[in-house]
């Protein structure tokens, strides 16, 4: 790894416990530390510097080799983050001691080599780390070798070793064999949120089933592999919006990992995850009661140390920020949902270039709708700008395109009637290439034309009822009624019929449903 | 539990070397661990023996040995590649952590490489692990490296690959049991046993070798089965041939060090077997200078170069009837078994011990030739080369003999007698020999002038059964043409043994 901004990136990273284990490890080795005096300054820089870097390190011999010194600090940063490791991770400390049976064997110490074997052989067989099993049955095999000389025979043979070992490898293809539909399901899920058509539902339907009978055909042979299996299922669930089934599974999913704490600790974003599946079931069941509990579960795993790699807090900064900004939005309390904004906007300031665009998507998509609620349309495009002026590829097509629609309506609440003709002639353009094009998509550029555009002053209500009651008929096909995941459309119609704020139209519909 | 035992730290101390301890002691300065520690340290490195009463603070026990062992995993951090890949591969979960994830890639995909240099499969299939976890990220941001599906096809080369290893791996284990039971091919039917084994699809052709690894392990089975069936060109080809190929792969030398060590080895005893003592003396030089390779940077490897190398110095002092330098050789020899005590694996000292005996026999010593082979009768193993074993017991018989044991002379006779009705395998040779001693132990009790008659009678029907090519390797465990000469002519069995390879000394 060369140095370059990526040093400085990882300075950054570090948490203030990682910072004082370097600082403390530093320490250790007497005198002036060049590559110390260069992580204070980088530290303490917003963005990464070099001329700054150069600048002010001028008088000093280093300079000349900045690169080298770079690349010390950057050795070091590791080294430390290494023992750090090893201090707070179970399996890091497996990883460790697994050292010591070939140090005491290098020795000729075999019966202690023997005695820390044993011991760690078993806390890596608890916790199902296959490849640190593989290692320490790779040295005993050597170790059973040696005893043999000493006449010991009283452990494993080299047979039963060498069934152990391919039990793990089967062990590993058969997570790897959950692992492939997995990676097909997440294949559509980048693009889709929930399915919007048969087809959708018959791809999904068929990982579906080639997963359950994968798991009859195979076993499920570890509770790793047990944890992705349900995941897949629950995730096919998720995206058929199967709410009842997607309950049971998650449910059962966090049990499972809840029973065996170890399996956790391995596998921390799937717990993370299975809690955002278990809040949305709780939106959309209105257990909002439940739902702001599970939140708060969320919040509190990102205190503890089992998740406090960055990736796992910015999933749970994910999922519990957005969730909550989501449940608020629900049941129309979009101000409280407001209120969170400020929190989430410095958590993407800290991670936006880590956080995954399919995340970024939902982020910008659910802020724009919270600013939408409460009435605060210019923010709101600030957000919808960022979706659609960006690129995002084949990624989570389904927010693109209803954001856009969107769009539209918070141009329309803006008054801007310029632009919004030449918005609205883009828009059905853009919709007309779509491979794939919804019904309720033509039924809201019809309608939304006959009461923006056209501008019938005098029958704007009645065009507003007869929008909605075009919805209601096209949202009696289950996948087109999908669509009011993204924004609640009847209760915009409904503002506009009954001349009431948004949030309001919301929480009359929640009250009169 | 608690299962670090006093005698284990003790032990622990005791095994460092000096670069160790220094290196300890400036960690421990350095990460200011108590003082105590340090002075327990010390206190255990002073003593000479073990004494139990110093160990009374169990919590210090197990800090101290805890740190020991932290000190010597940074020791040698950097000079263990399995250490340094272990390192790299932390590195790369935690930038995967810090979501450092081009970091990650770069890291992966070099160390993905020298896992595959080293043929460490264990090690890649955990890479691909976290590729695998990378991947999924990376198509988030529609970066792409690699696909699942090629990762996993990867994989199950990886898996078949380590397989294959293991397979190799076990049938190596098989032969080398074998093989220590009994060395040489005694009977047709040990014979049938290596041609099956060398005929198994394993082991007839190199199809079935997936890795570097494996074809290793397939010439040292080869190796082992021709030196016991005493096809010495073929096993030498093997040994060459196996040389090669970590030569040319010097990451697999660190990888698989012992067999290295081992084919050295063997290449020293095919020039003995083939009675080439100045080639001997070259191989035995070059497993000497290859001491100081940095794979055999261990205690058990160093000392297994040493005691290879000793073993053979010796038995050429021996066959060379060079008294004053293997006497030199033994002094060592006793040195280090005194050192390294129980690091000294059985079968190692066995031989030693049996190479002795034959030593003082040879040099006449018979006394001390008895201390020696009752050594090798009293280990315990019986299954543990049984070869050994089974000649020490007839040596036994002769020294008892010699030293004119005649009350213990018969019931060791008879006792043995009924051992080799339960025997598997043996030579012919042990036979006669059994039954001429048996014959020698009757006419010294009763008419000591009719032994020069029943050794002329010996030398006669032993020149018929050596007819047999197998019955040549009895030579090897103890020259028994040269003792009846010996007796026939009155001349030093010494003597007459380094006459008979004076030819040898020359290639």
Same mark, same amino acid.
């Given at each position: 790894?060369?140095?370059?901004?990526?040093?400085?990136?990882?300075?950054?990273?570090?948490?203030?416990?990682?910072?004082?284990?370097?600082?403390?490890?530093?320490?250790?080795?007497?005198?002036?530390?060049?590559?110390?005096?260069?992580?204070?300054?980088?530290?303490?820089?917003?963005?990464?510097?070099?001329?700054?870097?150069?600048?002010?390190?001028?008088?000093?011999?280093?300079?000349?080799?900045?690169?080298?010194?770079?690349?010390?600090?950057?050795?070091?940063?590791?080294?430390?983050?290494?023992?750090?490791?090893?201090?707070?991770?179970?399996?890091?400390?497996?990883?460790?001691?697994?050292?010591?049976?070939?140090?005491?064997?290098?020795?000729?110490?075999?019966?202690?080599?023997?005695?820390?074997?044993?011991?760690?052989? !078993? !806390?890596?067989?608890?916790?199902?780390?296959?490849?640190?099993?593989?290692?320490?049955?790779?040295?005993?095999?050597?170790?059973?070798?040696?005893?043999?000389?000493?006449?010991?025979?009283?452990?494993?043979?080299?047979?039963?070793?060498?069934?152990?070992?391919?039990?793990?490898?089967?062990?590993?293809?058969?997570?790897?064999?959950?692992?492939?539909?997995?990676?097909?399901?997440?294949?559509?899920?980048?693009?889709?949120?929930?399915?919007?058509?048969?087809?959708?539902?018959?791809?999904?339907?068929?990982?579906?089933?080639?997963?359950?009978?994968?798991?009859?055909?195979?076993?499920?042979?570890?509770?790793?592999?047990?944890?992705?299996?349900?995941?897949?299922?629950?995730?096919?669930?998720?995206?058929?919006?199967?709410?009842?089934?997607?309950?049971?599974?998650?449910?059962?999913?966090?049990?499972?990992?809840?029973?065996?704490?170890?399996?956790?600790?391995?596998?921390?974003?799937?717990?993370?995850?299975?809690?955002?599946?278990?809040?949305?079931?709780?939106?959309?069941?209105?257990?909002?009661?439940?739902?702001?509990?599970?939140?708060?579960?969320?919040?509190?795993?990102?205190?503890?140390?089992?998740?406090?790699?960055?990736?796992?807090?910015?999933?749970?900064?994910?999922?519990?920020?957005?969730?909550?900004?989501?449940?608020?939005?629900?049941?129309?309390?979009?101000?409280?949902?407001?209120?969170?904004?400020?929190?989430?906007?410095?958590?993407?300031?800290?991670?936006?270039?880590?956080?995954?665009?399919?995340?970024?998507?939902?982020?910008?998509?659910?802020?724009?709708?919270?600013?939408?609620?409460?009435?605060?349309?210019? !923010?709101?495009?600030?957000?919808?700008?960022?979706?659609?002026?960006?690129?995002?590829?084949?990624?989570?097509?389904?927010?693109?395109?209803?954001?856009?629609?969107?769009?539209?309506?918070?141009?329309?609440?803006?008054?801007?009637?310029?632009?919004?003709?030449?918005?609205?002639?883009?828009?059905?353009?853009?919709?007309?290439?779509?491979?794939?094009?919804?019904?309720?998509?033509?039924?809201?550029?019809?309608?939304?034309?006959?009461?923006?555009?056209?501008?019938?002053?005098? !029958?704007?209500?009645?065009?507003?009822?007869?929008?909605?009651?075009?919805?209601?008929?096209?949202?009696?096909?289950?996948?087109?009624?999908?669509?009011?995941?993204?924004?609640?459309?009847?209760?915009?119609?409904?503002?506009?019929?009954?001349?009431?704020?948004?949030?309001?139209?919301?929480?009359?519909?929640?009250?009169?449903? | 539990?608690?299962?670090?035992?006093?005698?284990?730290?003790?032990?622990?101390?005791?095994?460092?070397?000096?670069?160790?301890?220094?290196?300890?002691?400036?960690?421990?300065?350095?990460?200011?661990?108590?003082?105590?520690?340090?002075?327990?340290?010390?206190?255990?490195?002073?003593?000479?023996?073990?004494?139990?009463?110093?160990?009374?603070?169990?919590?210090?026990?197990?800090?101290?040995?805890?740190?020991?062992?932290?000190?010597?995993?940074?020791?040698?951090?950097?000079?263990?590649?399995?250490?340094?890949?272990?390192?790299?591969?932390?590195?790369?979960?935690?930038?995967?952590?810090?979501?450092?994830?081009?970091?990650?890639?770069?890291?992966?995909?070099?160390?993905?490489?020298?896992?595959?240099?080293?043929?460490?499969?264990?090690?890649?299939?955990?890479?691909?692990?976290?590729?695998?976890?990378?991947?999924?990220?990376?198509?988030?941001?529609?970066?792409?490296?690699?696909?699942?599906?090629?990762?996993?096809?990867?994989?199950?080369?990886?898996?078949?690959?380590?397989?294959?290893?293991?397979?190799?791996?076990?049938?190596?284990?098989?032969?080398?049991?074998?093989?220590?039971?009994?060395?040489?091919?005694?009977?047709?039917?040990?014979?049938?046993?290596?041609?099956?084994?060398?005929?198994?699809?394993?082991?007839?052709?190199?199809?079935?070798?997936?890795?570097?690894?494996?074809?290793?392990?397939?010439?040292?089975?080869?190796?082992?089965?021709?030196?016991?069936?005493?096809?010495?060109?073929?096993?030498?080809?093997?040994?060459?041939?196996?040389?090669?190929?970590?030569?040319?792969?010097?990451?697999?030398?660190?990888?698989?060090?012992?067999?290295?060590?081992?084919?050295?080895?063997?290449?020293?005893?095919?020039?003995?077997?083939?009675?080439?003592?100045?080639?001997?003396?070259?191989?035995?030089?070059?497993?000497?200078?290859?001491?100081?390779?940095?794979?055999?940077?261990?205690?058990?490897?160093?000392?297994?170069?040493?005691?290879?190398?000793?073993?053979?110095?010796?038995?050429?002092?021996?066959?060379?009837?060079?008294?004053?330098?293997?006497?030199?050789?033994?002094?060592?020899?006793?040195?280090?078994?005194?050192?390294?005590?129980?690091?000294?694996?059985?079968?190692?000292?066995?031989?030693?011990?049996?190479?002795?005996?034959?030593?003082?026999?040879?040099?006449?010593?018979?006394?001390?030739?008895?201390?020696?082979?009752?050594?090798?009768?009293?280990?315990?193993?019986?299954?543990?080369?049984?070869?050994?074993?089974?000649?020490?017991?007839?040596?036994?018989?002769?020294?008892?003999?010699?030293?004119?044991?005649?009350?213990?002379?018969?019931?060791?006779?008879?006792?043995?007698?009924?051992?080799?009705?339960?025997?598997?395998?043996?030579?012919?040779?042990?036979?006669?020999?059994?039954?001429?001693?048996?014959?020698?132990?009757?006419?010294?009790?009763?008419?000591?002038?009719?032994?020069?008659?029943?050794?002329?009678?010996?030398?006669?029907?032993?020149?018929?059964?050596?007819?047999?090519?197998?019955?040549?390797?009895?030579?090897?465990?103890?020259?028994?043409?040269?003792?009846?000469?010996?007796?026939?002519?009155?001349?030093?069995?010494?003597?007459?043994?380094?006459?008979?390879?004076?030819?040898?000394?020359?290639?």
């Amino acid at each position: 790894m060369k140095p370059s901004n990526q040093l400085f990136d990882l300075i950054k990273s570090l948490t203030p416990d990682e910072e004082f284990h370097f600082n403390n490890s530093s320490s250790i080795q007497q005198g002036e530390k060049n590559y110390i005096k260069l992580y204070n300054f980088l530290k303490n820089q917003d963005e990464y510097d070099e001329d700054a870097v150069k600048q002010h390190f001028k008088n000093e011999v280093f300079i000349q080799h900045l690169a080298s010194e770079k690349n010390q600090l950057l050795h070091h940063v590791l080294k430390s983050l290494r023992y750090y490791r090893y201090e707070n991770s179970i399996s890091a400390q497996i990883d460790e001691e697994i050292k010591n049976i070939q140090i005491l064997f290098n020795k000729s110490l075999y019966k202690q080599s023997r005695k820390q074997l044993s011991i760690i052989k !078993k !806390k890596a067989n608890d916790r199902e780390l296959f490849y640190s099993l593989l290692d320490i049955i790779e040295l005993e095999k050597v170790l059973t070798d040696m005893e043999a000389y000493y006449g010991d025979i009283n452990y494993k043979t080299i047979d039963e070793l060498i069934e152990e070992e391919n039990d793990v490898f089967l062990k590993i293809e058969n997570c790897a064999s959950f692992d492939i539909q997995l990676a097909k399901l997440n294949a559509i899920s980048s693009k889709l949120m929930i399915a919007r058509n048969k087809v959708d539902v018959s791809e999904i339907d068929m990982i579906l089933k080639e997963t359950i009978k994968l798991a009859a055909n195979e076993n499920i042979l570890s509770n790793k592999s047990n944890i992705i299996y349900l995941y897949t299922i629950g995730l096919c669930y998720r995206l058929l919006n199967k709410m009842e089934d997607v309950y049971k599974i998650f449910s059962d999913l966090i049990i499972e990992m809840e029973n065996k704490p170890e399996i956790i600790s391995e596998m921390p974003n799937y717990y993370i995850l299975s809690h955002g599946s278990l809040i949305r079931y709780c939106a959309l069941k209105k257990q909002y009661n439940d739902g702001f509990k599970l939140i708060d579960k969320l919040k509190s795993l990102s205190l503890n140390k089992m998740f406090i790699a960055t990736d796992l807090q910015i999933s749970i900064f994910s999922q519990s920020l957005i969730t909550e900004m989501l449940l608020y939005s629900y049941i129309g309390q979009h101000e409280q949902a407001k209120k969170i904004i400020p929190l989430v906007i410095k958590g993407l300031e800290k991670y936006e270039s880590k956080i995954n665009n399919e995340e970024l998507l939902r982020i910008y998509h659910t802020i724009a709708m919270v600013y939408f609620g409460v009435g605060e349309f210019n !923010k709101s495009l600030h957000w919808l700008n960022k979706i659609i002026n960006q690129n995002f590829e084949d990624l989570r097509q389904d927010t693109v395109r209803i954001s856009k629609l969107i769009y539209l309506i918070v141009h329309f609440e803006l008054g801007n009637d310029d632009l919004l003709q030449y918005i609205y002639k883009s828009t059905v353009r853009f919709i007309n290439t779509q491979k794939n094009q919804y019904k309720f998509e033509t039924v809201f550029l019809n309608n939304f034309k006959k009461i923006a555009i056209s501008k019938k002053e005098s !029958k704007q209500k009645e065009s507003y009822q007869t929008f909605k009651d075009e919805l209601i008929t096209v949202f009696k096909d289950k996948y087109e009624k999908n669509a009011l995941e993204f924004f609640n459309f009847y209760a915009w119609l409904d503002s506009k019929i009954y001349n009431i704020t948004f949030a309001d139209a919301i929480r009359v519909r929640k009250e009169n449903l | 539990m608690n299962l670090i035992s006093n005698k284990d730290l003790y032990d622990l101390v005791k095994s460092l070397s000096k670069s160790e301890k220094r290196f300890l002691k400036l960690n421990a300065s350095a990460t200011k661990i108590p003082i105590e520690l340090i002075s327990f340290f010390n206190k255990i490195e002073t003593e000479d023996v073990y004494s139990p009463e110093h160990y009374k603070i169990k919590g210090n026990l197990e800090n101290l040995y805890n740190f020991i062992l932290k000190s010597l995993r940074l020791f040698y951090a950097d000079s263990s590649a399995s250490f340094v890949i272990k390192d790299e591969i932390t590195n790369v979960l935690n930038l995967f952590d810090k979501a450092q994830y081009k970091q990650c890639r770069k890291i992966l995909n070099k160390q993905k490489q020298e896992a595959y240099l080293y043929e460490r499969f264990h090690f890649v299939l955990e890479l691909i692990g976290l590729e695998k976890m990378l991947i999924t990220i990376e198509n988030q941001f529609n970066i792409i490296n690699n696909t699942l599906i090629n990762l996993i096809k990867e994989e199950e080369e990886v898996i078949k690959k380590a397989k294959n290893l293991g397979e190799y791996a076990l049938l190596y284990s098989k032969i080398n049991l074998n093989t220590r039971q009994k060395n040489k091919a005694k009977t047709q039917q040990d014979l049938d046993s290596i041609a099956s084994f060398l005929n198994s699809p394993l082991l007839k052709n190199e199809k079935l070798v997936y890795s570097n690894k494996a074809l290793i392990i397939y010439h040292h089975c080869r190796s082992v089965l021709f030196c016991r069936c005493q096809d010495n060109e073929s096993r030498e080809t093997e040994c060459q041939l196996l040389l090669e190929l970590m030569d040319k792969y010097p990451k697999l030398i660190e990888e698989m060090p012992n067999r290295y060590i081992t084919t050295l080895n063997n290449l020293i005893n095919i020039a003995f077997e083939e009675r080439k003592f100045k080639t001997c003396q070259t191989r035995i030089n070059d497993l000497q200078n290859k001491a100081t390779y940095k794979a055999f940077n261990t205690t058990d490897l160093q000392l297994k170069i040493i005691t290879n190398v000793l073993n053979a110095q010796l038995t050429i002092h021996i066959n060379t009837g060079n008294s004053i330098e293997a006497e030199k050789t033994v002094v060592e020899i006793e040195n280090i078994l005194k050192k390294y005590q129980e690091k000294i694996n059985k079968e190692e000292e066995i031989v030693f011990d049996y190479i002795i005996a034959i030593m003082h026999t040879y040099f006449g010593n018979y006394k001390k030739a008895q201390h020696y082979i009752t050594k090798v009768l009293s280990q315990g193993n019986k299954m543990l080369r049984e070869d050994l074993q089974s000649f020490a017991r007839i040596i036994n018989i002769g020294l008892n003999y010699e030293l004119n044991n005649l009350k213990q002379l018969n019931y060791i006779i008879l006792t043995l007698k009924q051992n080799k009705s339960h025997q598997i395998s043996h030579f012919k040779t042990e036979n006669l020999i059994l039954s001429y001693f048996e014959k020698l132990a009757e006419i010294k009790v009763d008419k000591k002038e009719n032994e020069k008659v029943i050794f002329e009678s010996f030398k006669k029907d032993l020149a018929e059964v050596m007819k047999d090519p197998h019955e040549d390797n009895v030579n090897y465990y103890f020259e028994i043409e040269s003792y009846i000469n010996s007796k026939l002519t009155g001349v030093k069995m010494s003597e007459l043994v380094s006459e008979k390879y004076k030819q040898a000394t020359l290639s």
